[in-house]
């Protein structure tokens, strides 16, 4: 049998969605070369794009990214809630990546802070319904025997988790035939053209130009799209090192109240959540690291620390909600002009900036969101259908705040 439908509303009360975008030709410009600009054009450039990434910096990963390794941080909640299932479709595509390193995942145990949590852990995997191959719980000698070291309790392991070298990653995304990186060319401002995107430097002059443009550039981003609505926090981040000879042979990923993961003879602690100005470690950052860590597996954290590390001191860049802004970007002034007709209709589409596009506000999530912008933008771009449900991908549009300002300007 087929059903044929007729679409004969008896009145609409919004536009019908726009056939596939039309591009003068598919070039791409891509403003940042940390993780998230560098997977971006690898996405665009894997599907035949010709991708153009500016960098300010004298070389790619320099930004936030400029970390020993990054790991994936997936979200787990009893309600399955739209963080959860975001990191959970970015870490399949993550796992998948051409650019991975080939290899077994190191895995990574959340361990328990205790029996109730224990308990809370083993309800909410009831009740998802996940599979053990993503997500299982070991008893206090399954966890110590993955982890690598004697637990005090155990915990969730997720053995397709992964912590991975970022300047490594953006090597191979770069890396793809059809992306040319620009390093050194700092992008001041965007300007539309006819055909596209016009990157000009802070004299004015053209640097590169696109068909599509993509905002990448973390905590520049909103003041080159100049997004009113959109507030980015700034939190600074300090890892630490310790020797493994010190803390013994961790051969996974350890999380829950702290974080630590294997690098070569050594191991990386991390990383806080400080509001700190400067890129400058502190050592008693680096002990609240240690200390943290002690509190989850045992240990003095005097004893492990030696202080002739360097750590690794970084900004994220994150939303008020912590969400990535991944998506098409808001054309705010046409938003302020058409601001009661947008408000008295719920169902209207925000105006957006015809081919700018953004990745950011990545915030403690670079790798997962990286793979996930790199999935999401170019599918968008070429009009496919998305691979992601409508509910996850309003809570990643870079307009979601456009309406809340809008109302806040009305009150005003
Ligand atoms: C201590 C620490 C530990 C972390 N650990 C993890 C972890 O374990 N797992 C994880 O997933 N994430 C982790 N993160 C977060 C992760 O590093 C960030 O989310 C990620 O690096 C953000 O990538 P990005 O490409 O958006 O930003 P960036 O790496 O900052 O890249 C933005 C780039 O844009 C360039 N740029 C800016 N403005 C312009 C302009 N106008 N023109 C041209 N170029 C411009 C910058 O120079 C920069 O290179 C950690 C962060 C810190 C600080």
């Avoid at 045992?298 to 002739?308: E, K």
């Avoid at 209709?345 to 081919?355: E, I, K, T, V, Y």
Wanted: hydrophobic residues 45%.
């Amino acid at each position: 049998h087929r059903l044929r439908a007729r679409y004969a509303p008896r009145w609409r009360s919004f536009p019908a969605p726009a056939g596939p975008p039309w591009w003068p030709a598919r070039t791409a410009l891509v403003v940042g070369a940390g993780l998230a600009g560098a997977a971006v054009a690898a996405g665009f450039a894997r599907r035949g794009w010709q991708v153009t990434v500016l960098e300010s910096a004298a070389a790619p990963c320099r930004g936030g990214s400029a970390q020993p390794l990054c790991a994936d941080h997936l979200h787990l909640s009893p309600d399955d809630n739209p963080l959860a299932r975001l990191t959970r479709a970015a870490l399949s595509w993550r796992a998948r990546d051409a650019a991975m390193p080939v290899g077994e995942p190191l895995g990574k145990l959340l361990v328990d802070a205790d029996d109730g949590e224990a308990a809370r852990r083993g309800a909410m995997l009831a009740r998802l319904g996940l599979p053990a191959s993503f997500a299982r719980q070991l008893s206090r000698g399954e966890a110590s025997d993955a982890a690598g070291l004697a637990l005090p309790r155990g915990g969730l392991w997720l053995p397709a988790c992964d912590a991975l070298d970022p300047a490594a990653l953006v090597r191979g995304w770069l890396g793809e035939a059809r992306v040319a990186l620009h390093a050194g060319s700092a992008v001041a401002t965007l300007c539309p053209t006819d055909e596209g995107w016009s990157a000009r430097d802070a004299a004015g002059r053209s640097i590169a130009t696109g068909a599509i443009a993509i905002l990448a550039n973390a905590g520049d981003a909103v003041r080159a799209g100049s997004l009113g609505s959109f507030a980015m926090r700034r939190m600074r981040g300090q890892s630490t090192f310790v020797a493994r000879s010190r803390i013994g042979a961790l051969r996974a990923v350890l999380g829950g109240d702290a974080y630590a993961a294997p690098l070569g003879d050594r191991v990386l602690v991390g990383a806080s959540f400080d509001d700190g100005e400067s890129l400058d470690a502190s050592r008693e950052i680096d002990l609240a690291n240690l200390a943290r860590l002690a509190r989850m597996i045992g240990g003095d954290p005097l004893d492990w620390f030696d202080g002739s590390s360097p750590a690794s001191v970084g900004f994220r860049f994150a939303a008020i909600d912590r969400m990535p802004a991944i998506g098409a970007l808001p054309d705010e002034p046409a938003a302020l002009r058409d601001a009661d007709t947008l408000l008295r209709n719920d169902r209207l589409p925000l105006p957006r900036a015809r081919g700018l596009y953004g990745a950011f506000a990545f915030g403690s999530r670079g790798l997962l969101w990286a793979t996930l912008a790199a999935r999401v933008l170019p599918a968008l771009a070429d009009g496919d259908p998305l691979p992601l449900e409508s509910d996850l991908l309003r809570a990643i549009d870079p307009g979601r705040f456009v309406k809340r300002m809008l109302r806040r300007r009305r009150r005003a």
